[in-house]
């Protein structure tokens, strides 16, 4: 079946760019997405990418997608305290409806 | 505009018991998911319902079901509970498919 593969933990320095990687192995994922879930609460969704993009940008946050290595990663530049949390990377296939399969969750930790 | 509700928040039960939690999606939106969230197993999809139909499902036993209202409103149900269903159940709304999904806050249900 269809799996996303993420890194479980990330540490970086308040100020300093953040990259949190995401493999999948479904190449008819036609949304691939990035989560945030703060402790004791749901899932945030971030931002997400159609699989015929390369590059979304959102204020601090960058999606880069290589479909060929099936590869998804997220940069957030000038990462703060309050962007500590589990980053989750999903994607839904395309008859899969609204079935999202989710990477383990990978957990930032910013110092100051 | 409210988002996704789930209630309760938390939830104490018995092996054996059966529980019914509650998701009331965000208003106009027709697709309601759940997930089932454990330490071990990660995020995982238990079912989608449209339009008051099971659209997908996961790979869960037949003690998991689910049903969804003529206002979209959703209600899962496990039956028997086993000390391995204590987990955060996560619902999430959508307008159609391949839309972004919201999510909930979660219900937390603990088998003693």
């Known amino acids: 079946g269809e799996d996303v593969e993420q890194s479980l933990f990330l540490s970086v320095r308040e100020g300093d760019s953040s990259v949190i990687n995401c493999t999948y192995t479904?190449?008819?994922?036609?949304?691939l997405y990035w989560y945030k879930q703060e402790p004791g609460a749901g899932l945030q969704l971030l931002t997400y990418?159609?699989?015929?993009?390369d590059m979304k940008q959102d204020q601090r946050l960058t999606v880069l997608l290589n479909k060929k290595d099936k590869h998804l990663s997220l940069r957030i530049a000038d990462t703060q305290t309050g962007d500590s949390a589990i980053y989750f990377c999903?994607?839904?296939?395309?008859?899969?409806?609204?079935?999202?399969?989710f990477g383990g969750g990978t957990r930032l930790m910013v110092k100051p | 505009k409210a988002g996704v509700t789930q209630t309760p928040r938390y939830l104490i039960k018995t092996r054996g018991q059966q529980v019914t939690l509650s998701c009331s999606p965000i208003s106009g939106h027709r697709s309601v998911s759940w997930y089932q969230q454990t330490p071990g197993q990660g995020l995982q999809f238990l079912f989608e319902y449209f339009s008051e139909t099971q659209r997908n499902k996961g790979n869960f036993p037949g003690r998991f079901s689910g049903r969804q209202f003529s206002n979209s409103r959703s209600e899962m149900n496990v039956s028997t509970l086993e000390l391995g269903d204590s987990a955060l159940y996560l619902c999430a709304s959508s307008f159609d498919s391949n839309n972004e999904q919201f999510f909930g806050p979660g219900t937390r249900l603990t088998v003693l």
């Open positions: 999903a994607e839904s296939g395309n008859n899969a409806g609204n079935m999202l399969t």
């Open positions: 990418i159609f699989s015929n993009m």
């Open positions: 479904d190449s008819s994922s036609t949304y």
